[in-house]
């Protein structure tokens, strides 16, 4: 049987895929691409048996295990998960926030509450939001789109840093989860295939396209700004964050 497989479709997700097709688990995986918040929808709808999906939405999810030693996080600052403005965030009177987002949103609203105590409107968006930032709009612009930002605004929150600043702990934007009947053995191999596929990171970049932008940049970025292991801290800081925003 195939069993049905979700990654995220961002380029923090390389290693995962490499190890993935250079692993004999890729014959029993039937693999997909998507935006966070599809991959959380897939899962949901049964759509997928195997995921990469956003923290954030785990509350709302059934009959599942998280199986993964490996996950999407960081310890502070990440690059990806940015609020840019042209003013200061304190003067800022609306964030438009990135649709391929849960966690962040969630993490954002949580920082403005208990870290910034700011009260902007947050606008949902569509495509191509982020060159609408103005002196009184900022945005918060997640994954890959986030890099070619950095230098073009002079205001930018690193969301992950500003939570190890208030709490002292790294963050998880996105976990592996798995239908509980999905055999333990294929589990295994799977998490196999990713350990390979963080271990041979350079190998992965010589063969993946990186959408424009510099392959040192991207390296750096997976190597020092990504953290990969599912270890005990993150999985404490994964528990504070989802009481949090039950609150919210």
């Keep these: 049987m195939t069993n049905r497989i979700s990654i995220v479709s961002y380029l923090n997700s390389i290693p995962f895929i490499y190890g993935i097709k250079n692993h004999i688990i890729y014959d029993d995986l039937d693999l ?21 999906v956003p923290v954030a939405a785990i509350n709302k999810l059934q009959n599942f295990n998280i199986f993964s030693n490996y996950c999407i996080g960081s310890n502070g600052k990440v690059d990806t998960v940015c609020v840019f403005s042209d003013t200061p965030i304190y003067d800022v009177e609306e964030i438009l926030i990135d649709y391929h987002s849960i966690t962040s949103v969630n993490l954002l609203k949580l920082l403005l509450k208990n870290f910034y105590n700011i009260n902007p409107c947050l606008k949902k968006t569509t495509h191509g939001f982020e060159k609408k930032i103005s002196k009184s709009q900022a945005a918060l612009v997640i994954g890959d789109k986030a890099f070619n930002l950095h230098k073009k605004h002079k205001y930018v929150y690193d969301l ?78 994964m528990a504070v964050f989802l009481k949090q925003i039950t609150d919210l």
Excluded at 33 to 52: C, R, T, V, W, Y
Excluded at 172 to 186: D, G, H, L, T, Y
């Design 32 to 52: 997909s691409l998507h935006i966070p918040s599809i991959s959380a929808k897939k899962f949901l709808n049964n759509e997928i048996d195997i995921g990469l």
């Design 160 to 237: 992950s840093e500003d939570w190890f600043k208030m709490t002292g702990l790294p963050f998880v934007f996105a976990c592996w989860i798995a239908k509980k009947e999905i055999s333990q053995n294929i589990l295994n191999e799977i998490n196999s295939s990713f350990l390979y596929g963080i271990n041979n990171i350079d190998c992965a970049l010589k063969i993946n396209s990186v959408n424009n932008i510099d392959k040192k940049t991207v390296k750096f970025y997976l190597k020092n700004r990504i953290s990969y292991k599912f270890d005990v801290q993150k999985k404490k800081a």
